[in-house]
């Protein structure tokens, strides 16, 4: 089969900005080789999620957000985020999920600005890795070989450790290329279907913050996904 020279290109352009990306942080992941998560602690067939309302009156807001204030005057979203656990502690972390925006592999979406259409909103982004559509299951198949989003939970004792990987540019501020950058969410379990985070870290700069984050479960369908770390590292 022959490559055209844009096709050559545009391949070599791609592994050229794959190989500036870097992965971060690499040695304080949680051992994934030997980690479990029991359901006597959490419970695993669904996912934990917090609720929060966040402003949206930002400059020049993305235009689902803008038409939505425009009609009702109202700057704040009803938000979700989702972290889904697995028995290996595999974690996937699905941040900033509403009833507002519109989201490519949420096919069949309504605009409603609840908490109750931001949770079907993850339904719909679950059920769109089966969709019959083929062009919708390869862009919404949680992007399994990419690290962002990625991460891994530690339960000892009562308290739990939620470590995720977020891209960010490598210069702040700066265009640049991305790369991938660890953060740590820790905090105390309450029992198998809540949890409270108090701390996050930010590796890239060793910042603590404080925070009280209540993280409650829902019983829902989860993203098929395989162990990114065990597969990768």
Known sequence: MKLNKITVLLLLSYFFISSCAVTH???????????????????LDGYFYHEYEMDINWENPPYPYEKYINETGIKKSKTLNAIFIYDDGFTYVLSGIDGINSYYCADGRIIENSYQNAHKNIKLMVEAQKSNDKKIRR????????????????????TIKIQYYQTEMQIPNKDSFNSYYLYEMSGIIENDTTFI????????TENTK????????????????????????
Not at 139 to 158: A, H, M
């Open 25 to 43: 942080h690499k040695k304080n992941l949680i051992d994934f080789k030997t980690n479990k998560i029991s359901e006597s602690k959490l419970k």
């Open 139 to 158: 862009r919404c198949d949680f992007e399994p070989d990419y690290i962002n989003q990625k991460g891994l939970t530690e339960i000892v004792g009562n």
């Open 197 to 204: 985070i108090n701390k996050i870290k930010s590796y890239r």
């Open 210 to 233: 404080d925070v009280s984050y209540i993280y409650k479960f829902k019983k829902a369908q989860k993203p098929e996904l395989q162990n990114y770390f065990k597969k990768h590292m």
